[in-house]
């Protein structure tokens, strides 16, 4: 799609002031160059719709605040430009999510399951009450640490959780996110919460009810596997 | 399993036709020992396989634990009745010539050739009406939702061949447990198998059988590679498409007549 153009873009609408009916709007964007769908909601912010609502923080592709589905894909509005998008270019929240507003998703049963998995590791009590204690030492080139710090740059968008079938229809299912939190943390080799954090992933709706469709790997803005940490914790390959 | 039902199925669908599997074909077929192990070992397997993933469709799609033991429990039954019965008649049939103690239920074979007419016809339908629905968000440029993913396919193609294949094994111990009590009537109801009406939901079967069977493998092959296999999810889904169309056109042709 050629820039400096009109682009219509076509928003999935909602109100719950309104009467709460989802609905189709559609604008004729001034496409610049290079202009992002982010930049494209907030020129209908100014030029055509104050009432829009969308959610936004850092504009570069690294706070994950801007997922949603863009011609029917997940992904960052402020990484996916609009000359790579067929026209017309729609734009719908997240899915499995409750709707605020317009593009507003309440992120709360995404996060609450990303809490269940306690996604922090536990270090070892003695390791910061003794200050002679030796700390854990990984060496270089550890083949667990390289996969562990691939998945540790997941910035938690949401994107792989809207994408997940298994999640729309198994509320209880954890989500891609939240068990590739689980098993970097698990595969850190100073954490110490070890079988409690693998009886949480292995009971209903943990990595057993994942059935390896995949669309988390393909979804992810930032290049994170969650499948392979889901096939990791199932094989117990954090077991220590 | 995986080479028992790819033996069963040459055997049925590529070396000769279904519509052939009369019940003297059956008899000469049980004469031997070790098709009468081979076939219950297949229905043993088949059926578990059946019910695992019955288990795990509802405990997909239904969440209230009562629900879901209660529906776990009925397709247990259900399961244990049609082992049990596709094992007595594996293990005791006998051969009885053209006529059975059931052959004068002469209403038989006209309801199971009218069931499956009834299942052919909602499996057409239901196949026109998710194209119709696809094509017509296609041309209006709608989003198709997750349809998108190659893996939404992959998946939903699986379950769908699934759920078909072992439908279909539950009439197929039915009419096969009709060949000791009744072999005229077994013979007309197969015969039933030849109706080009059937032939599209036949190659459909065999389909199903190669995509589901291969699918599993692939999602194994690619939990045993690792990151490896994850990155191939989608190259692995389109070989396997490709797979089970080049192993269902032999079936067509046979179908259709042709003998090589």
């Known amino acids: 799609m050629p820039a400096g153009r009109k682009v219509s873009i076509r928003v999935r609408r909602f109100d719950p002031a309104a009467g709460g009916r989802r609905s189709w709007a559609a604008y004729d964007v001034d496409a610049g160059p290079m202009m992002s769908v982010l930049d494209a909601l907030f020129w209908i912010l100014e030029h055509q719709d104050p009432t829009l609502a969308f959610r936004y923080s850092c504009r570069a592709g690294m706070c994950g605040s801007c997922a949603m589905v863009i011609n029917g894909r997940e992904g960052l509005a402020c990484a996916q430009r609009l000359e790579h998008l067929r026209a017309p270019v729609s734009v719908e929240p997240l899915r499995s999510l409750p709707v605020i507003k317009d593009l507003l998703v309440d992120l709360r049963p995404f996060f609450d399951k990303y809490r269940a998995v306690d996604p922090f590791y536990v270090g070892h009590a003695a390791a910061v009450l003794d200050p002679a204690s030796e700390p854990a030492v990984v060496p270089r080139g550890d083949a667990t640490r390289e996969i562990v710090d691939r998945q540790i740059d997941c910035i938690a968008c949401g994107a792989c959780y809207s994408a997940c079938p298994v999640v729309s229809i198994v509320p209880e299912f954890l ?64 077991h220590r | 399993m995986v080479v028992l039902v790819f033996t069963h199925l040459f055997v049925t669908h590529y070396a000769s036709l279904p519509s052939a599997a009369t019940a003297a074909f059956v008899d000469a077929r049980w004469a031997a020992a070790g098709w009468r192990a081979f076939d219950w070992t297949l229905l043993l397997l088949a059926l578990t396989h059946g019910v695992v993933g019955v288990h795990a469709m509802v405990r997909d799609v239904v969440g209230r634990p009562v629900s879901r033991a209660a529906l776990d429990v009925g397709a247990g039954a259900v399961t244990a009745a049609f082992v049990g019965l596709g094992t007595a008649v594996i293990l005791t049939a006998t051969p009885t010539g053209d006529r059975g103690p059931l052959s004068s239920y002469t209403w038989i074979p006209p309801v199971l050739t009218a069931g499956l007419v009834v299942i052919a016809t909602a499996a057409y ?46 009439v197929h111990v039915l009419d096969v447990a009709l060949s000791p009590f009744a072999p005229d009537l077994y013979d007309r109801t197969v015969a039933a198998y030849a109706m080009p009406y059937l032939i599209p939901m036949e190659v459909g079967l065999v389909a199903a059988v190669v995509y589901h069977a291969f699918d599993g493998l692939r999602l194994m092959l690619l939990e045993a ?8 999810t989608v190259p692995s889904f389109v070989a396997l498409v490709l797979l089970t169309i080049s192993l269902s056109l032999p079936a067509l042709a046979v179908l259709l007549g042709w003998r090589p």
């Open chain 1, 175 to 238: 989500g891609p996110a939240a068990l590739n939190r689980a098993y970097a943390v698990a595969a850190d080799a100073r954490d110490t919460a070890g079988l409690e954090r693998l009886r949480r992933v292995t009971a209903d709706g943990g990595v057993f009810a994942c059935h390896s469709v995949g669309n988390c790997v393909t979804v992810c803005p930032v290049g994170v596997n969650p499948l392979l940490s889901i096939q990791l914790l199932r094989k117990g390959a954090v």
């Open chain 2, 125 to 170: 339908l239901g196949v026109l009406a998710a194209g119709a629905a696809l094509g017509v968000r296609l041309a209006r440029r709608v989003p198709i939702g997750r349809w998108n993913y190659p893996g939404q396919w992959a998946f939903a193609l699986n379950r769908t061949a699934g759920a078909g294949v072992l439908g279909f094994l539950l």
């Open chain 2, 225 to 232: 590679l690792d990151r490896r296999g994850t990155r191939m």
